[in-house]
């Protein structure tokens, strides 16, 4: 059954000229199935740069968004259009509108993990893998208004050694793991490096050896000596290391850290999307240009 649902996706992927995108969180199915699996950064560079005319983006709403304004002429398609990510919507562009008028003078920074219409009221965009070199490339003299995620919003305040103006949003999968569960798991697994996201709270990121974006994670996991790692982050990127590096060990901190939405996709839906060339994911022109200056500075910085 699943082997005739690969052979009909492979099919029509060809037939609508089509690329398929995975996020490192994805379902194993979706990841094995993708041209291209990647974190948000590395996902959002490879969309503006595709030659198909059709995109499949599995991942979050935000995603592929992001995809349809750097790849305006593309059509993006997803496979289920309600996996939203909660944290995306914690802030509202009326709400950020209002955060502005506070503090006229300040840069405002979004996080990726934002809607297009809060990416259209901002300054700069980032990523986790590039949040602290943009940060830190701004002025120090300016206020810095960083939405939504105030986990990564503190990460690089750490790092830069500078106060933001953060907005409380948080990331409802990665808050699930504990101080406790990453004891165990150095316990378990002794001398293991344990890396998570800056998505953490800060308790868990000094717990923690590294604070990493997912695609980083991969990029360790590839330079490291270590043959075992502890990962604090969504499930997903369990199957990611594993298939990248058959040779090593790859334990999750916590059986809790799942992304619902993350998860919303599957083969099954993945196959209709084709079939229908729907549900599509266009973000309207006049949005999409404001919020395009955003992100054209996200992917410009390494
Ligand atoms: P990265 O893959 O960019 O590290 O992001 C993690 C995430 O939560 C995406 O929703
Ligand atoms: Fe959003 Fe967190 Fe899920 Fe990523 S893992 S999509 S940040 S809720």
């Given at each position: 059954m699943t082997q005739d649902i690969v052979a009909r996706i492979n099919q029509l992927k060809k037939q609508r000229d089509a690329v398929i995108l995975a996020h490192n969180y994805q379902i194993g199915e979706i990841q094995d199935i993708a041209d291209f699996t990647g974190d948000s950064l590395e996902l959002s560079r490879k969309a503006a740069a595709?030659?198909?005319?059709?995109i499949v983006f599995c991942g979050v709403h935000f995603m592929a968004e992001t995809a349809s304004i750097l790849a305006p002429d593309k059509t993006v398609l997803v496979?289920?259009?309600?996996?939203?990510c909660p944290m995306a919507n914690m802030i509202t562009a009326e709400q950020l509108v209002e955060l502005k008028s506070q503090h006229p003078e300040a840069l405002v920074v979004c996080y990726v993990n934002s809607t297009a219409d809060v990416k259209a009221h901002c300054d700069y965009c980032c990523t986790s893998g590039n949040a602290v070199k943009l940060v830190g490339?701004?002025?120090?003299?300016r206020e810095i208004i960083f939405v939504p995620d105030r986990h990564l919003g503190s990460y690089v305040e750490e790092q830069l050694g500078r106060k933001l103006i953060l907005w409380p949003g948080y990331c409802a999968t990665h808050v699930k793991i504990t101080v406790d569960e990453i004891v165990a798991a150095r316990a378990a697994h002794p001398g293991a490096p344990v890396i998570v996201h800056p998505e953490c709270p800060k308790s868990l990121r000094e717990a923690a050896d590294y604070s990493l974006s997912t695609g980083q994670m991969v990029a360790l996991a590839a330079e490291s000596a270590h043959t075992e790692f502890l990962i604090g982050t969504e499930l997903g990127m369990l199957h990611r290391l594993r298939k990248d590096f058959p040779a090593k060990k790859f334990y999750p901190?916590?059986?809790?850290?799942?992304c619902p939405n993350m998860k919303k996709n599957t083969l099954e839906k993945l196959l209709w999307a084709l079939e229908n060339m729907e549900p599509v994911v266009k973000v309207p022109s006049e949005i999409a240009k404001q919020a395009l200056r955003s992100l054209e500075n996200m992917v410009a910085v390494l």
């Open positions: 595709v030659k198909e005319s059709v496979p289920d259009v309600k996996a939203g490339s701004l002025p120090r003299d901190v916590s059986e809790k850290a799942l």
